[in-house]
C-alpha cells in the first residue's frame, strides 16, 4: 500500500469521521457555555461641568454679567422617570444674603409617542442657600418651586412652566404700591430648536414669553440664537440672547439688581453668551 493510499483507508476514514465528532461536540459544548451579553441596566447617568461667560436664566443675568462654573448630572430609568441635579454661582446681588450659590434638583417622567418624540412632566425646585430678605410681610426667601409640562419631537421642543411656591423667585413687593402680593401661578412657555446643520453642529434657537403673576410690569419675552459645536466630550457655544423687560420706576429700571454698596446694573436686554462644556 502506498502512503497517500493509507490516508483514505477505511479505517483511516473512520478515526477522522469520529475526530470531527469529537471536536463538533466539544465546539457545541463551548458555544453553549459562552457569556451572554450583558443586560442594559435599568438606570443610566449622564452629567457636565460648564464654564459660561455669563449665567442667563431666561435671558436675565444671575451673575451681573459675570463668568461662573455649572454641574449638572442627570439619571434616567429605561421606564422614562428622571432626576437630576444642577450647580450655578450666582450673585449676591440678585439673591441677598446669601451663599453665592444655587442648587437645583428636578425629577419627571418622559412618556414615549415614538422613536423620537415625547411628553415630558416633572417638577423643579430652585434652591438658593441662606439667601432671603426682609419685608413688612416678613421674611422672603427666594426658594422657588415649577411644575413643567413639554412636548418633544425631534430636534423641537414646547414647555410650560408653572410656579408653585408663593413667591416666584422672592418676587414678594409691587414695585409701584410697595405692597406684598403673592406670585404664586407666574407662567413661563418657551419654543426650542436645535436642528443639526452639519456632523457637530447645531444650530439653536429659542423664543420664551414670562408673565409675573400679580407683577405684570416684570413681564418680558426672551429670545436666543446661536450655535454648538462638539467635539469628542467637549461642546463649545456662542449665542446672541435679548430680553425685552423695560418697565422702570423713577427713571431705574425695573430689572436691575443691586449690590450690597448701592451700586446696580441692568441684568436684562442684549448679551452674548459663550459657553465650554465637559461632558461625561
Not at 441635579?85 to 449676591?92: D, K, P
Request: proline share 4%; aromatic share 12%; with cysteine.
Amino acid at each position: 500500500m502506498t502512503p497517500s493510499a493509507s490516508l483514505f483507508s477505511p479505517r483511516r476514514r473512520a478515526c477522522l469521521g469520529a475526530a470531527a465528532i469529537v471536536l463538533g461536540a466539544v465546539t457545541t459544548v463551548h458555544a453553549a457555555e459562552a457569556p451572554a451579553a450583558a443586560p442594559t441596566p435599568d438606570w443610566t447617568n449622564t452629567g457636565n461641568v460648564t464654564l459660561v461667560s455669563d449665567y442667563l436664566f431666561r435671558g436675565v443675568s444671575q451673575t451681573q454679567g459675570h463668568p461662573t462654573v455649572q454641574a449638572n448630572l442627570d439619571f434616567t430609568h429605561a421606564s422614562g422617570l428622571y432626576l437630576g441635579l444642577f450647580g450655578s454661582g450666582v450673585s449676591h446681588a440678585a439673591y441677598n444674603n446669601g451663599s453665592g450659590s444655587e442648587i437645583d434638583l428636578y425629577g419627571g417622567y418622559r412618556y414615549p409617542l415614538n422613536a423620537d418624540s415625547n411628553i415630558d412632566a416633572g417638577l423643579v425646585t430652585y434652591w438658593y442657600p441662606a439667601a432671603h430678605y426682609q419685608t413688612a410681610g416678613g421674611d422672603i426667601r427666594y426658594h422657588t418651586q415649577d411644575a413643567k409640562l413639554g412636548l418633544n419631537v425631534g430636534s423641537f421642543n414646547v414647555y410650560g412652566w408653572l410656579t408653585l411656591s408663593k413667591h416666584w423667585f422672592g418676587f414678594a413687593v409691587d414695585p409701584y404700591s410697595g405692597k406684598n402680593v403673592d406670585t404664586r401661578g407666574t407662567l413661563y412657555g418657551e419654543v426650542n430648536w436645535n436642528p443639526e446643520l452639519a456632523p457637530g453642529l447645531a444650530f439653536n434657537l429659542h423664543v420664551g414669553k414670562q408673565h409675573v403673576r400679580n407683577m405684570s410690569a416684570f413681564d418680558f419675552v426672551d429670545v436666543k440664537a446661536g450655535v454648538t459645536k462638539t467635539v469628542d466630550n467637549w461642546a463649545f457655544s456662542a449665542a446672541a440672547v435679548y430680553n425685552n423687560g423695560d418697565a422702570s420706576r423713577n427713571g431705574t429700571p425695573l430689572w436691575t439688581f443691586f449690590d450690597a454698596d448701592g451700586s446696580g446694573k441692568n441684568v436684562v436686554r442684549k448679551r452674548l453668551l459663550l459657553t465650554a462644556a465637559r461632558n461625561f
